[in-house]
């Protein structure tokens, strides 16, 4: 490519995108200390028309290679964009980052068939026959469903451990109809092995099931939800919002959809130890700390939401329990969110990571886009894998010495690579 010819549109990209971002940055500061109600307009965005032309550099900077010279001169940016992601933007989730630091993720909505990708060593493959891939709390286990079971593994690909048929969707109800089987159809959230090595948690919008060698347990819903239903009801559940977490120990397995509370299993037994009324409306998402000692519920009403914490030490004492709750956010919908050293990085509906203490003290925030849909963790906790709603995943670095000019937050973070996986698209491309 012969960058010289782009270089009248590069430089007003820069200029443009660093006057943005100092603008942004300069807004949100003055709303974070003094209120949003006298901050004024919100900045300009003055590139949308620059969109086509960019979009088609970046195809053949990824036809021809040339990705660095792509990022020095078209620095990545997503509010540009936004004009022409309609019919091409997908939701990236199942995303992970291996202890190897392999790239999974799906691109594709999660009623979608999607495809699940691996990027290593700098090459993106499609991994065949592949729906949705997990891993354990320390990583050591992963799994992978396919459509006629789900395996799972030590290490990325390394020694088989377990595999686990599909399912029967009339699992709990007392069915005996064998045509009944789901064979793979149900549309996965989450994919979670226990530590245990002989348990995985499935998550899908038509239920909630642990799955071990010798049986299928549906544990969300539970029989008392599904008396008195018949089996066009059970073969008709949908449960948006749908969400489960494990205890890195094991012990414990918070689980949660739209019209439920926040609820808390034994790790063995399944049974309810608890039930805690969402704060908002709908119960959106469940993270236990690092070291277990926390559990952090999300609940939400539109595009916001609370966040809690509880103290996962009094979990048998229901008074103690509830005396144990803490705010730590009172304005985000939470779609992901991890847990390291002595804080959360939590994702929500309007694109920001936040960053806050176990006291629910934020500590920074940083931009990526669009509703952030899935997020990992490296295994050394300095690198962070984000998907967006936008059909495009970052990679971050979560203690840089650095910071661009164009980003837009208040940490020190700093975007090391970004995929783009549009509808329509037959690669992957860079940026």
């Not at 964009?81 to 202890?99: E, F, K, M, P, R």
């Not at 971050?396 to 549009?422: C, H, M, P």
Request: hydrophobic content about 35%.
């Amino acid at each position: 490519m012969n960058w010289d010819r782009y270089n009248k549109l590069s430089n007003r990209w820069l200029e443009e995108g660093k006057i943005y971002s100092e603008a942004v940055n300069k807004f949100v500061e003055k709303g974070l200390k003094e209120g949003w109600d006298n901050v004024g307009e919100d900045p300009l965005e003055t590139r949308y028309d620059m969109a086509d032309k960019v979009i088609k550099i970046i195809k053949q900077a990824n036809k021809e290679g040339q990705i660095e010279e792509l990022k020095k001169c078209f620095p990545a940016a997503y509010e540009p964009l936004t004009g022409n992601l309609q019919g091409l933007a997908q939701a990236i989730t199942s995303v992970l980052i291996t202890t190897d630091e392999k790239i999974i993720f799906k691109a594709g909505d999660t009623n979608e068939e999607g495809k699940l990708f691996i990027v290593d060593n700098g090459k993106t493959e499609v991994i065949e026959n592949a729906l949705y891939a997990g891993c354990s709390c320390d990583k050591s286990i992963y799994a992978i469903a396919y459509e006629d079971c789900i395996e799972t593994y030590l290490g990325w690909k390394g020694k088989l451990i377990n595999k686990y048929s599909w399912p029967d969707i009339m699992e709990g109800y007392g069915s005996e109809d064998s045509a009944k089987v789901h064979n793979g159809g149900l549309d996965i959230v989450g994919l979670i092995p226990f530590s245990d090595k002989k348990r995985l948690l499935l998550v899908t919008y038509e239920g909630i099931f642990v799955l071990d060698s010798n049986e299928t347990i549906r544990i969300y819903p539970d029989e008392s939800y599904m008396e008195g239903l018949d089996e066009e009801d059970v073969m008709n559940f949908y449960f948006d919002m749908v969400h489960g977490a494990i205890s890195s120990n094991d012990e414990y397995i918070a689980i949660g959809e739209q019209d439920s509370n926040h609820i808390i299993l034994d790790g063995k037994t399944y049974k309810e130890i608890i039930s805690i009324d969402p704060q908002s409306s709908y119960p959106h998402c469940a993270l236990f700390d690092k070291s277990d000692e926390y559990l952090i519920v999300n609940s939400c009403q539109g595009y916001n939401g609370i966040t809690t914490q509880f103290s996962i030490n009094e979990i048998h004492d229901e008074d103690k329990f509830e005396d144990s709750e803490i705010e730590i956010d009172d304005n985000c919908r939470i779609y992901a969110g991890i847990s390291r050293n002595d804080e959360y990085i939590l994702g929500d509906a309007d694109g920001y990571l936040r960053a806050f203490s176990m006291d629910g003290e934020p500590r920074w925030q940083y931009y990526v886009g669009s509703t952030i849909t899935g997020m990992d963790i490296s295994k050394d906790e300095k690198k962070l894998l984000v998907g967006t709603c936008a059909g495009m995943l970052h990679l971050l670095d979560l203690d840089s010495e650095i910071k661009s000019e164009y980003s837009i937050g208040t940490g020190n973070v700093f975007e090391l690579q970004r995929w783009i996986a549009w509808k329509g698209e037959k690669d992957i491309l860079e940026w």
